[in-house]
């Protein structure tokens, strides 16, 4: 089974820019997660889409940080503009239900560096 | 605000040894996640506990979770050193209802030498 896909895996620019990233869950995977995690930190929860709606972005800088899930698959997340403290890696996660406990299978991240 | 706490937050071992991880969380959760995860890696699910009680064992690991004593523990019987990596423990933030994101402790650094 294929595993959650991220890009682009690396990814630098300066502050005050804008930069996306994008994530597609593993088939059938109604619920989607993003997190971010700063080197040497536990990764910390943005946001959860279940299917194509948001059920949770109390933790979304919504001032800078927007994400979407259009049509229940794919999601993208945007940061803009960014700022140095924005350097970290931005994971995806899905699971097959949501709100049930399933385990939280983990893509391979994408490297923010902000200069 | 959930808190999750790991202790000790780094650890060097031999190998052969036997050691516990610790994970506090400041509010109630029958949910809780160990993942395990590699320098420049994701991170990897080793087990769900999802009761008071719960035990799970995978090779030279087993967890437990005690909800009253909020604690969960992460034991490693003779290390070897494949299982040198950095651990989490993450609780599920609502313990039901449809949101289940993760508050993740800082992770605990394992090094294991021959």
């Known amino acids: 089974e294929a595993g959650v896909a991220q890009s682009p895996r690396y990814k630098i620019i300066e502050k005050r820019q804008s930069v996306a990233f994008w994530c597609n869950p593993i088939s059938g995977h109604a619920t989607l997660y993003w997190y971010q995690q700063i080197l040497g930190q536990g990764p910390k929860l943005l946001i959860q889409?279940?299917?194509?709606?948001?059920?949770?972005d109390s933790q979304l800088p919504k001032d800078r940080f927007s994400a979407e899930r259009l049509k229940g698959v794919d999601s993208t997340l945007k940061i803009q503009p960014a700022k140095l403290e924005d350097s970290a890696v931005y994971l995806c996660a899905s699971s097959l239900r949501g709100g049930l406990a399933d385990t939280q299978y983990f893509g391979p991240g994408t490297r923010l560096t902000v200069l | 605000e959930l808190k999750v706490e790991q202790n000790p937050l780094f650890l060097s071992m031999q190998e052969g040894k036997n050691y516990t991880i610790y994970c506090n969380y400041s509010t109630t959760s029958d949910r809780l996640y160990w993942y395990r995860q590699d320098p420049g890696k994701s991170l990897e699910s080793l087990f769900v506990l999802l009761s008071n009680g719960a035990v799970k064992q995978e090779g030279r690991l087993m967890a437990s979770l005690d909800t009253k004593a909020r604690l969960s523990t992460l034991h490693i019987t003779a290390a070897v050193h494949d299982l040198s990596a950095t651990y989490f423990c993450?609780?599920?933030?609502?313990?039901?209802?449809?949101?289940?994101?993760?508050?993740f402790g800082k992770g605990t650094h394992l090094i294991i030498q021959p």
């Open positions: 889409f279940q299917n194509n709606g948001v059920v949770d």
């Open positions: 993450a609780v599920d933030m609502y313990s039901g209802g449809g949101a289940d994101g993760l508050t």
